[in-house]
């Protein structure tokens, strides 16, 4: 009866028929996830247990009695998640190795409905980042690097047949997920999203890219990055699995008391949808420097789609936004200092064998365990919160919050339903070109369309929307009201309907054999 | 003792202080302590007078079964880190939950100590690196504390007789609710640090009392008065030699008419005796560095209880910024009123401030009117039976039990029975005399069964008494039998007397020491 809504987790229906099974499903999952192994998006493949679960799930709907929908679903998480009995490394050699003892919330709640966890996918070092090139397994590529579209438009104009100088990253820091779901490794996985972590590689990966309300999901057991700005991710290829997924994951967690107490009614999006009574906001200031003609070409058409359905279109503004970048930074360091504070060695993860002191065997610890990037957080966080400091660096960028966040409650107060903005200011760079820029230079350009909606604590979502010229997925982000997800899922539906995006068209079999090198070089490095 | 110890000084110190003028808000109680000293010639200088200025942050674990943020339970003494929760552990990822029990006890003592109590206040992180601190933070009230600008009224007597009590007020600046650290045993001859985390997380009350004390009694008295009243709420058991209240003490001297002096904070005080100990050293200390042309530097010291001084203390080398910043994982904490109250809300999910008011049980100050209105005893001896744990009660069942009037009671609560009890390290509530059988003693002396003489030597008297009822208890007897058995009516001869009590305790010495000790 589930399964009438549509396109809810269409494998789903084929678990339940018997057309195939969960294991035939993990396995068929666990074999993709090895041919396509030199996208390097999971640092830890949990096989073993996979299967186990499978099997289970396979017992349950062997007597009729699965769980629900997600009963068999092959999914998998971002490493900053906590997994009994599976690494949780942060892509960092502080918590390589690092087995903790209990599963986060979501990820309880995903198990507990039946889905079988396939890995843990990779990610920047502490979700910091905007690549996911800088994490201590090496950089995730992104499968549409790989893909026919993208080879048959870009590899001519390049004039070189060498792939390794022109795959593309996948954003991030979430690259790992996006490219799981995008690869078709898995059919959800869990990122985390502080300043687009999730949307920005679900745009360059042409996946749904869902970051809810603040307060809606629960990150007990989320490693945190910015406490006051993480939620939890959704990555899915359509935006009904989306919400099957926000459904099982939603509502008040005892051990997160920034989780809102009212129930959460899950929901199922309409087949028919009527747009013609909405109006949608188009932020002018998110013609932000940079933005390239492409996507404000696309921004443009899909405005249009709206207007011709009978929407209301139009022009707002969030002046405040500009700020977000210098604002964000401030208040990110700040936080990690603070939550970076608890790696000191003793309790778990990496200790220096350098211990002629406590302190001495803190220092080295640190600066063995933390990459350039994560220290020099640490070091600006801790600079904006000195006492002489607080004042004018953490103070000040808690009141230019404030005013972004007022920006979208005037303007939704003003009747707009829902925000349209670009997701990303270009398609995906290679990554020979993106290492040219240091990670703040590209985290700060990056996060630029999509950090407002973590200031404020917005419901967010990616939805792919058209190749670029260069064959590589280009989204477009919805921005709703808080805890109206099933609104803003809706409008995404609809426009996901509208938009077609295609397919892609992977080949995988020729790298094969570059794979394992690859993987090789990227362990041990 | 103390105060004897170093009278002379004192009076040296508030000599000076009494003669000058317009002493603004210290001076007053200068002279009220200098009350005690007389007159004696100046100090070295001659001139130069001092004025102390003490405050005091006391910390105060939260009587409750689980700790502030964490389900873990709170117990003294259980095996190292058997009581530690992945968030106590600082396990990444791992969210604090606030305690409700805790909040309550914080609201409690607050309108205890006539706060307003902050219908909002907020929670923030101190940092700094510490092996048994797991986060590199402790979760704190700095901004925004859970009760603030109340008052403690404690007394103390300014001659050493007992016989003349001045009651003081001290301000109580705020309280705010903290995470206590784990514990660090530094093994020197293994060079290694062993930490337990079981103290990690539990809930501390620290209570910041204004500077308004000036010597190491007031303090006392003060630290004293607030451990009653913790004890009488039950929002804290308050032991200091458990650790459950921990007092630090700011100590500065300076002179009349100037502003405050440099301070210093004294840590590691573990008992009322120490702390005023530690802070007259710490005084005199100051005034002789200072007379002696030295300085007073802005340091931490410990006091040495074994040497009866103050050391600085080396692990806070320089100056520590912690950094402050809000803790984002909680909400601002609200409390509601009667007024406040949302109707549709489940009262089990918040604090009423009104609802706990009204439930606050008579403290101590309350206590001992009632005492003194009730059975005529004088004030001091309202305080005796309080500062004593479980004395009122058996003195309030004495009472009941004896036909003798409370006045007189009183005293051989206090002169005898007491005095028994200190000899013996033992509590009201371990007294080897029960309520009843004192009582019966009383009414054969009241009724003059037995002789005032014999009565007098009380002490004696009163562990006979006990290895009387010990032998005959088995078989029933009374008091009276005893005492007519024992041919104790009317006795005159003390040494006769000490005999009987001697056979008796010869014959059953094991059975004695038994009981004593249990």
């Known amino acids: 009866a589930a399964l009438k809504g549509g396109m809810r987790f269409q494998v789903s229906a084929a678990l339940r028929e018997g057309r195939v099974t969960p294991t035939e499903l993990c396995q068929r999952c666990l074999s993709r996830i090895k041919t396509t192994k030199f996208l390097n998006a999971y640092i830890t493949v949990a096989e073993e247990s996979a299967l186990k679960q499978a099997e289970e799930s396979e017992d349950r709907y062997r007597r009729g009695q699965p769980l629900g929908v997600l009963d068999g679903i092959p999914i998998a998480v971002k490493d900053n998640f906590n997994t009994a009995g599976i690494e949780t490394t942060c892509a960092s050699n502080m918590l390589k190795g690092y087995i903790s003892p209990y599963n986060a919330t979501v990820v309880q709640k995903l198990l507990d409905q039946g889905a079988v966890l396939l890995g843990k996918t990779n990610l920047d070092e502490f979700a910091m980042g905007s690549g996911s090139t800088d994490g201590v397994f090496g950089p995730v590529r992104n499968p549409w690097s790989y893909s026919r579209q993208y080879k048959e438009r870009s590899v001519l104009k390049s004039h070189s047949e060498d792939e390794e100088a022109n795959w593309v990253i996948t954003g991030g820091s979430s690259g790992g997920s996006a490219a799981a779901v995008s690869s078709f490794t898995c059919f959800a996985a869990l990122g985390s999203d502080t300043g687009g972590s999730t949307r920005n590689p679900a745009a360059h990966c042409g996946v749904v890219g869902l970051k809810p309300t603040y307060g809606l999901i629960s990150r007990h057991g989320l490693i945190p990055l910015v406490n006051s700005m993480d939620v939890p991710g959704i990555l899915t290829r359509c935006v009904d699995d989306a919400a099957v997924v926000l459904g099982s994951l939603a509502g008040h967690d005892p051990k997160d008391s920034t989780t809102v107490q009212d129930n959460f009614k899950s929901f199922e999006l309409p087949n028919l949808i009527d747009v013609s009574k909405l109006s949608i906001g188009i932020p002018k200031e998110y013609h932000a420097p940079g933005l390239s003609s492409e996507i404000l070409s696309l921004w443009t058409k899909a405005a249009d789609l709206f207007k011709n359905a009978g929407a209301k279109v139009m022009e707002v503004s969030l002046p405040h936004t500009r700020y977000s970048i210098v604002c964000y930074h401030v208040l990110c360091t700040a936080e990690v200092a603070s939550n970076m504070a608890r790696f000191d060695g003793l309790e778990y993860g990496h200790r220096s064998g350098m211990n002629k002191s406590t302190e001495i065997m803190y220092a080295a610890t640190r600066r063995e365990g933390f990459n350039d990037v994560v220290r020099g957080r640490i070091l600006s966080g801790n600079y904006f919160l000195l006492k002489q400091n607080y004042e004018n660096y953490f103070i000040k960028a808690q009141k230019v919050r404030r005013l972004i966040a007022n920006d979208f409650v005037k303007v939704f107060g003003s009747g707009v339903d829902i925000l349209l903005t670009p997701t990303t200011l270009s398609d995906a760079v290679p990554y020979m070109e993106f290492i040219k820029e240091d990670n703040r230079t590209r985290s700060a350009q990056d996060d630029i369309l999509t950090q407002a909606a973590n200031m404020a604590g917005l419901p967010a979502i990616n939805v792919p929307t058209a190749l670029s010229q260069r064959g590589l997925p280009v989204g477009l982000q919805f921005i709703g009201r808080s805890f109206q997800e099933k609104q803003l899922l809706t409008v995404a539906k609809w426009f996901e309907k509208q938009v077609k995006f295609p397919v892609i068209q992977l080949e995988v079999k020729k790298h094969s054999h570059g794979v394992s090198q690859h993987q090789k070089s990227a362990s041990f490095s | ?518």
């Open chain 2, 1 to 518: 003792a103390v105060a004897r110890g170093c009278g002379g000084f004192w009076r040296r110190v508030w000599q000076c202080g009494a003669g000058v003028p317009a002493l603004a808000p210290r001076g007053q109680r200068a002279v009220a302590c200098n009350a005690r000293g007389g007159a004696v010639p100046a100090g070295k200088s001659g001139i130069a007078s001092w004025v102390p200025v003490v405050g005091l942050e006391i910390h105060a674990q939260i009587s409750s079964n689980s700790k502030l943020f964490s389900g873990s339970q709170v117990q003294f003494a259980a095996p190292p880190n058997s009581l530690v929760s992945f968030f106590d552990a600082s396990l990444p990822g791992t969210l604090p939950v606030l305690n409700r029990r805790c909040v309550e006890a914080a609201v409690m003592t607050g309108l205890a100590l006539n706060c307003s109590i902050n219908k909002k206040s907020l929670f923030d992180r101190k940092h700094y690196f510490y092996a048994d601190l797991p986060a590199g933070y402790q979760i704190t009230q700095q901004r925004v504390p859970i009760a603030v600008n109340g008052s403690l009224s404690y007394s103390l007597c300014i001659d050493n007789k007992m016989s003349q009590m001045v009651t003081k007020t001290v301000r109580i600046k705020q309280i705010q609710l903290e995470q206590d650290s784990g514990k660090s045993l530094h093994d020197d001859t293994r060079s290694q640090t062993l930490v337990d985390l079981n103290r990690a997380g539990v809930g501390l009350m620290e209570v910041v009392m204004e500077p308004d004390m000036c010597c190491g009694e007031e303090a006392a008295a003060a630290v004293r008065e607030l451990q009653l009243i913790l004890q009488t709420l039950g929002s804290s058991q308050a032991v200091m030699a458990e650790g459950q209240l921990r007092v630090d003490a700011n100590v500065s001297v300076h002179h009349p008419g100037e502003p405050y002096g440099v301070r210093t904070e004294v840590k590691n005080i573990n008992s009322v005796r120490f702390l005023a100990k530690a802070v007259d050293y710490e005084i005199q200390r100051q005034i002789e560095e200072l007379e002696n042309g030295g300085t007073i530097l802005n340091e931490t010291r410990a006091f040495d209880s074994k040497l009866g001084c103050t050391v600085p203390m080396r692990d806070k080398e320089g100056k520590q910024d912690y950094r402050f910043m809000p803790e984002p994982n909680l909400p601002p904490l609200i409390l509601y009123d009667a007024k406040s109250l949302p109707a549709n809300m489940n009262h089990q999910q918040v604090v009423n401030i009104d609802w706990i008011h009204e439930r606050l049980p008579d403290l101590p100050s309350v206590k001992r009117a009632k005492l003194v209105e009730q059975y005529g005893i004088l004030p001091e001896h309202s305080f005796t039976l309080l500062n004593e744990d479980g004395l009122t009660e058996f003195f309030e069942n004495v009472v009941k039990q004896t036909q003798m009037k409370p006045k007189k009671v009183i005293g051989w609560i206090l002169n005898d029975l007491l005095s028994y009890l200190k000899q013996h390290s033992l509590t009201a509530k371990e007294s080897p005399v029960s309520s009843f059988l004192l009582a019966e003693l009383l009414n054969l002396l009241d009724k003059k069964e037995i002789s005032s003489t014999a009565a007098k030597q009380a002490s004696t008297f009163l562990i006979l008494l006990y290895v009387l009822a010990e032998l005959w208890k088995a078989e029933g007897k009374t008091c009276l039998e005893i005492v007519k058995e024992k041919k104790l009516e009317l006795l005159q001869d003390e040494k006769e007397l000490e005999q009987i009590c001697q056979a008796v305790i010869d014959g059953q010495e094991s059975e004695v020491t038994m009981t004593v000790v249990g």
